[in-house]
């Protein structure tokens, strides 16, 4: 069993900056890419933040401008998303994802909520 569990959400102030961890454990799987989600309030589906395949490379959604950064750490088997310049509308459940090697399976975790007050 997969498992991917987020922290670091929790309450900042407009402008302010947060650090989302998500740490993968459990049965090892190759993934193609990491990925963080969001979904706000109100919203019927989530919407991509960031992604970061096993190459490094990096995707962002239009949203972020250059105010969040995904990272990993493979010795830790961890993905992070640092992100500065918070807005209100940044308010939202934050989800780690996996996309699985050459499949279409993936894994979510549980999420974590991230408020920013105005």
């Known amino acids: 069993q997969v498992r991917l569990l987020e922290s670091g959400g929790g309450l900042a102030q407009a402008g302010g900056s947060l650090r989302l961890s998500c740490k993968v454990s459990?049965?090892?799987?190759?993934?193609?890419?990491l990925t963080w989600h969001r979904k706000t309030p109100g919203a019927k589906k989530r919407e991509l933040v960031a992604?970061?395949?096993?190459?490094?490379?990096?995707n962002y959604g239009d949203f972020v401008q250059g105010r969040f950064t995904i990272s990993r750490d493979s010795a830790k088997n961890s993905i992070y998303l640092q992100m500065n310049d918070l807005k209100p509308e940044d308010t939202a459940v934050y989800y780690c994802?996996?996309?699985?090697?050459?499949?279409?399976?993936?894994?979510w975790g549980q999420g974590t909520q991230v408020t920013v007050s105005s």
């Open positions: 992604a970061i395949t096993t190459s490094g490379r990096t």
């Open positions: 459990g049965t090892k799987v190759k993934f193609d890419a």
């Open positions: 994802n996996g996309l699985v090697y050459r499949t279409s399976d993936d894994y």
